[in-house]
């Protein structure tokens, strides 16, 4: 499980350094690839795999096979260098915006790499009372 926020910065060919934590925790090959509300997704294989699985259990719609094509093209094998560093893809560095400052967040069995900019701008909780009396309709209470 991915918990936690840290900062770090993206170096001008893309590189990035996946804070300690996370990077015990993905091993050695993971994968990365657009996510949703503008930042990265960042999944373990065996999280990818179960992930792809979902994917090929929608039905065949047109929004599945949108949803499909939009993880599956977007998708990048990943493995970290010697100085804990990951190469991210210059077409996902454009998707989600990543220039300078990161933030990386752990969010249950994935990670989000999202620009610092972006992050701050969704980094809104003035709802949460709201939110979590909608969540108690798929059984979860606080």
């Known amino acids: 499980m991915f918990m936690g926020e840290y900062n770090h910065t993206i170096d001008e060919k893309g590189r990035i350094i996946v804070p300690s934590k996370f990077r015990e925790a993905l ?77 990386f967040v752990g969010v249950l069995s994935k990670i989000e790499i999202w620009s610092k900019e972006r992050w701050e701008k969704n980094d809104c909780y003035d709802n949460m009372d709201e939110v979590a009396e909608h969540m108690s309709e798929f059984g979860l209470s606080f």
């Not at 509300?37 to 039905?59: I, M, R, T």
């Not at 977007?74 to 933030?103: F, H, N, T, Y």
């Open 27 to 103: 091993g050695e090959n993971f994968v990365v690839t657009q996510g949703l509300d503008g930042c990265l997704f960042v999944y373990s294989y065996a999280e990818w795999e179960n992930f792809v699985e979902g994917l090929k259990q929608l039905p065949g719609t047109k929004e599945a096979r949108q949803l499909q094509r939009y993880f599956m093209a977007g998708a990048a094998p990943c493995e970290v260098d010697k100085q804990g560093r990951i190469l991210i893809p210059s077409k996902l560095r454009m998707a989600a915006g990543l220039e300078k400052e990161v933030v």
